[in-house]
């Protein structure tokens, strides 16, 4: 199995609620990490995770809030978020952190809308 | 820091035409380079790798090589099909454990019938 999965596939949310995304892997991958990507634009990383602790926070505001329940399981929880910060949300795991060599296994991503 | 230059698009080819799309880094020590696939509404699909330099990663007719000499891992095709649409990224992961990718600004390609 070679696959990432998320859901919700789409989210639709107003400023005030507060939702979940959800990220999972049976690769036996180590590091999960999470992207923003807005609209022809590349992916920006908000997230890493190594061995379920968190390793990198690019500076993300504190609405969202990432948690690693287990080494298969990634959610990023949502709460108060603005309008601009509807993106394509990524999720992806890699073998590991410690080598430049791994890949990162992206999923489908979440296409998420404030309004 | 690292950083990735990736051709301007949109690109726009016909059906067969041979396809280049250049990509050149900056980082230090020995990183890894990646190309990367988004279909429209999709995620990333990884389309090829290199580890280290004259490596030639390939996969579904696309090729390129790690030029450490020329700092570039262009990506080829000889022949586009209508099929390859879709957006490409260069990438690079850093050679002392760096867990970030650092992507290029994407390539959107076209291919018209």
């Known amino acids: 199995d070679t696959e990432v999965t998320q859901t919700p596939k789409h989210l639709v949310m107003g400023m005030t609620n507060k939702k979940s995304l959800k990220c999972e892997q049976h690769m036996g991958h180590r590091a999960m990490y999470w992207y923003k990507q807005k609209a022809k634009k590349p992916p920006e990383l908000m997230f890493v995770?190594?061995?379920?602790?968190?390793?990198i926070n690019e500076s993300v505001p504190s609405r969202f809030s990432p948690e690693c329940p287990n080494s298969s399981l990634l959610n990023l929880h949502l709460h108060a978020l603005q309008p601009e910060d509807s993106a394509l949300y990524l999720c992806?795991?890699?073998?590991?952190?410690?080598?430049?060599?791994?890949?990162?296994?992206f999923g489908p991503g979440t296409r998420l809308t404030v309004l | 820091g690292d950083s990735v230059t990736q051709m301007e698009g949109p690109v726009t080819l016909s059906e067969e035409a041979f396809l280049t799309i250049n990509c050149t880094y900056t980082a230090t020590g020995y990183p890894s380079l990646f190309w990367y696939v988004q279909y429209p509404g999709e995620g990333l699909q990884l389309l090829l790798k290199a580890t280290k330099a004259d490596d030639k990663g390939s996969n579904k007719g696309f090729e390129a090589t790690y030029r450490k000499e020329t700092t570039s891992f262009h990506l080829e095709k000889g022949s586009v099909q209508v099929s390859d649409s879709a957006v490409y990224f260069c990438?690079?992961?850093?050679?002392?454990?760096?867990?970030?990718?650092?992507f290029g600004t994407g390539t959107r390609l076209t291919i018209i019938p």
């Open positions: 992806a795991s890699s073998q590991n952190t410690g080598s430049s060599y791994n890949e990162q296994f």
């Open positions: 995770y190594s061995y379920e602790k968190l390793s």
């Open positions: 990438a690079l992961r850093g050679s002392f454990g760096n867990e970030k990718l650092t």
